[in-house]
């Protein structure tokens, strides 16, 4: 599984990015798929994911500002941010994982990762 994550960038403080990660490879739209950040000096942490079935959820710091959407013919999945605050500055990176029990499992699947810069 090969994951390309792009869009990210320099954008002022309330406004928007939408991030993309196209998926090859070893793929299906039953794998569940998330976006993690990594802001300087902190560890990696889950800001989305999204089930097989479409099914999503939210980090509390980005619930009602970030959307994650799939779509299984083009094998994207994109996270649409908006109102960013500067807090939201990281590095993002797709990921490809598993939903079992209710729970986000990672894999070790990841894209690159993209930078977002949030300025205040």
């Known amino acids: 599984v090969q994951l390309q994550a792009s869009g990210g960038g320099l954008v002022q403080a309330g406004g928007s990015l939408k991030l993309s990660c196209a998926a090859s490879g070893s793929m299906s739209s039953s794998n569940a798929m998330g976006w993690y950040r990594q802001r300087p000096g902190k560890q990696r942490e889950l800001v989305a994911f999204i089930t097989g079935g479409g099914s999503t959820n939210y980090a509390d710091s980005v619930k009602g500002r970030f959307t994650i959407s799939r779509d299984n013919a083009k094998n994207t999945v994109d996270l649409q941010m908006n109102s960013l605050r500067p807090e939201d500055t990281a590095v993002y990176y797709c990921?490809?994982?598993?939903?079992?029990?209710?729970?986000?499992?990672?894999?070790?699947?990841w894209g690159q990762g993209t930078q977002v810069t949030v300025s205040s």
């Open positions: 990921n490809r994982g598993e939903f079992f029990l209710g729970e986000y499992s990672s894999l070790p699947y």
